[in-house]
């Protein structure tokens, strides 16, 4: 008794297991014309996790004599219940011979045992022929050429006279472009030293020549003054190459410091008195006053100043209008030029409409 209760289940077991493996083919049309297509759906339902081996057809290859598979789909996997998977792939055939065809099963492998579909017939048609009245049949016509019509013709006609006459401006302008020559007006940027560095810079210098122990004392004075009062001018903005001594003493008493103006003053009336005067110094007369000429610049000097300097074109009006005349010279000559290739393209590519 228990032996026919185990085999019993056995058998129940493997039935169960058995039917949750389903194969399925569907064609969709089982008529077509010869060169048609048709496809045919192959489905698998198998528990999820199960190894499926869908058939696979190389190319132009032959599922029976007289169909053969074009392509096919990769699997189109959908999940149902119970755990089980539908998976899907289709099938391209086609023939070129009138018949009733036979497509037997196709065979799916899902954990290595093979399960096949059912058998599926395909009945590829021909195209109708009227044997029975040859004389409709008519040789393939020639070539005929459109006859000419002007609408036809009008836009891409207008369109070309008008691409001719921006060629012909363009080449006007740009004659005039050439005859009218450029007004090179380059701006400069140079490196400036700043008022205060110039200046001693060029004391350094008289230092270095050794001028204060020199005999020529009115070379001497004639240098640190002509050095002041380029600084003076630099620094504090007025003209004192062109003023005497005491207007520019009288200048800077405004706006500097009395003690420094005194020491400045000292100097000027030195100088004046040497170049003038024939008057002259001791050495270390002309060591203090240039020591204050060095003070001075020291305690007037501004800081941060700017070390380039921007040197803009002297353009005269003719020169500036002759650079407005060049710009829209090239400026005209650009938009000619972009408007003229788009009107060149649109033309070739009605007339190849037209041809």
Same mark, same amino acid.
């Given at each position: 008794?228990?032996?026919?209760?185990?085999?019993?289940?056995?058998? #129940?077991?493997?039935?169960? /297991?058995?039917?949750?493996?389903?194969?399925?083919?569907?064609? &969709?049309?089982?008529?077509?014309?010869?060169? @048609?297509?048709?496809?045919?759906?192959?489905?698998?339902? /198998?528990?999820?996790? #199960?190894?499926?081996?869908?058939?696979?057809?190389?190319?132009?290859?032959?599922?029976?004599?007289?169909?053969?598979?074009?392509?096919?789909? &990769?699997?189109?996997?959908?999940?149902? &219940?119970?755990?089980?998977?539908?998976?899907?792939?289709?099938?391209?055939?086609?023939?070129?011979? !009138? $018949? *009733?065809?036979?497509?037997?099963?196709?065979?799916?492998?899902?954990?290595?045992?093979?399960?096949? +579909?059912?058998?599926? /017939?395909?009945?590829?048609?021909?195209?109708?022929?009227?044997?029975?009245?040859? !004389?409709?049949?008519?040789?393939?016509?020639?070539?005929? +050429? $459109?006859?000419?019509?002007?609408?036809?013709?009008?836009?891409?006609?207008? =369109?070309?006279?008008?691409?001719?006459?921006?060629?012909?401006?363009?080449?006007?302008?740009?004659?005039?472009?050439?005859?009218?020559?450029?007004?090179?007006?380059?701006?400069?940027?140079?490196?400036?030293?700043?008022?205060?560095?110039?200046?001693?810079?060029?004391?350094?210098?008289?230092?270095?020549?050794?001028?204060?122990?020199?005999?020529?004392?009115?070379?001497?004075?004639? =240098? *640190?003054?002509?050095?002041?009062?380029?600084?003076?001018?630099?620094?504090?903005?007025?003209? /004192?190459? !062109?003023?005497?001594?005491?207007?520019?003493?009288?200048?800077?008493?405004?706006?500097?410091?009395?003690?420094?103006?005194?020491?400045?003053?000292?100097?000027?009336?030195?100088?004046? *008195?040497?170049?003038?005067?024939?008057? +002259?110094?001791?050495?270390? @007369?002309?060591?203090?006053? *240039?020591?204050?000429?060095?003070?001075?610049?020291?305690?007037?000097?501004?800081?941060?100043?700017?070390?380039?300097?921007?040197? @803009?074109?002297?353009?005269? !009006? #003719?020169?500036?209008? $002759?650079?407005?005349?060049?710009?829209? =010279?090239?400026? +005209?000559?650009?938009?000619?030029?972009?408007?003229?290739?788009?009107?060149?393209?649109?033309?070739?590519?009605?007339?190849? =409409?037209?041809?």
């Amino acid at each position: 008794m228990k032996r026919i209760i185990f085999i019993i289940s056995l058998i #129940a077991c493997v039935l169960n /297991a058995s039917a949750q493996v389903y194969v399925e083919s569907k064609i &969709d049309s089982i008529e077509i014309l010869i060169g @048609e297509q048709t496809s045919v759906a192959l489905s698998v339902t /198998a528990k999820k996790g #199960a190894k499926v081996k869908m058939p696979v057809y190389e190319p132009s290859q032959y599922i029976t004599p007289g169909v053969e598979v074009l392509a096919h789909s &990769d699997a189109d996997t959908s999940q149902l &219940d119970n755990g089980l998977l539908k998976i899907t792939k289709r099938y391209t055939l086609t023939s070129f011979d !009138e $018949n *009733l065809y036979y497509l037997p099963p196709m065979t799916v492998n899902v954990d290595g045992k093979n399960y096949k +579909s059912k058998s599926l /017939a395909l009945k590829v048609l021909t195209v109708p022929v009227d044997t029975l009245h040859p !004389e409709k049949f008519y040789p393939p016509k020639g070539v005929q +050429s $459109n006859p000419f019509l002007w609408s036809d013709w009008e836009q891409a006609f207008w =369109l070309s006279v008008v691409f001719v006459l921006i060629c012909v401006l363009t080449y006007y302008l740009w004659t005039r472009l050439k005859e009218n020559k450029p007004v090179i007006a380059k701006v400069r940027i140079i490196k400036k030293l700043p008022p205060h560095q110039k200046a001693l810079k060029e004391i350094e210098h008289i230092k270095e020549n050794k001028m204060s122990v020199s005999e020529d004392q009115k070379t001497y004075y004639t =240098l *640190l003054t002509d050095v002041l009062r380029k600084y003076i001018k630099a620094r504090f903005g007025f003209n /004192a190459m !062109e003023m005497t001594s005491s207007e520019i003493i009288s200048r800077l008493q405004q706006e500097e410091d009395r003690k420094m103006i005194d020491e400045l003053n000292e100097l000027f009336m030195t100088a004046d *008195l040497v170049k003038f005067a024939k008057y +002259s110094t001791l050495i270390n @007369e002309n060591d203090a006053n *240039l020591v204050n000429a060095i003070e001075f610049i020291n305690t007037t000097k501004l800081e941060n100043q700017p070390t380039v300097e921007r040197v @803009e074109p002297n353009l005269t !009006e #003719a020169d500036k209008q $002759n650079i407005r005349s060049r710009s829209v =010279l090239k400026g +005209s000559i650009i938009v000619l030029l972009i408007a003229g290739a788009a009107l060149f393209v649109f033309v070739m590519y009605q007339v190849y =409409l037209l041809l």
